[in-house]
């Protein structure tokens, strides 16, 4: 895909380069970046890096952890159904 080095700029040959389509979704200026551990990424690429989903990391964020808490592994919470006495509900074994 065509990127243009300047934004402001015209669309003309010095100031085009074809990228990749997730090195162009990422030069977005609407991206969320995040800086951690001495790099600054979008949350898309700390997402790959992490094995998170990208909405884990950002309801994470926006629900006041730290971003070492945003970007930490799941813990495996075993869940299990109880069929009576709890109305069914999901309970932490």
């Not at 040959?13 to 074809?18: G, Q, S």
């Not at 001495?38 to 309801?59: D, S, Y």
Request: proline share 2%; hydrophobic share 35%; charged share 30%.
């Amino acid at each position: 895909m065509k990127h243009r080095v300047d934004n402001d700029g015209n669309y003309e040959p010095e100031n085009c380069v074809w990228l990749h389509r997730d090195k162009q979704a990422a030069n977005k200026s609407n991206n969320h970046r995040i800086a951690y551990q001495g790099e600054t990424l979008h949350v898309a690429e700390w997402a790959r890096r992490t094995g998170l989903h990208v909405q884990t990391i950002l309801w994470r964020l926006q629900n006041g952890r730290t971003i070492d808490e945003a970007l930490a592994p799941v813990k495996n919470v075993v869940r299990r159904k109880i069929a009576r006495g709890n109305g069914g509900k999901f309970i932490r074994a």
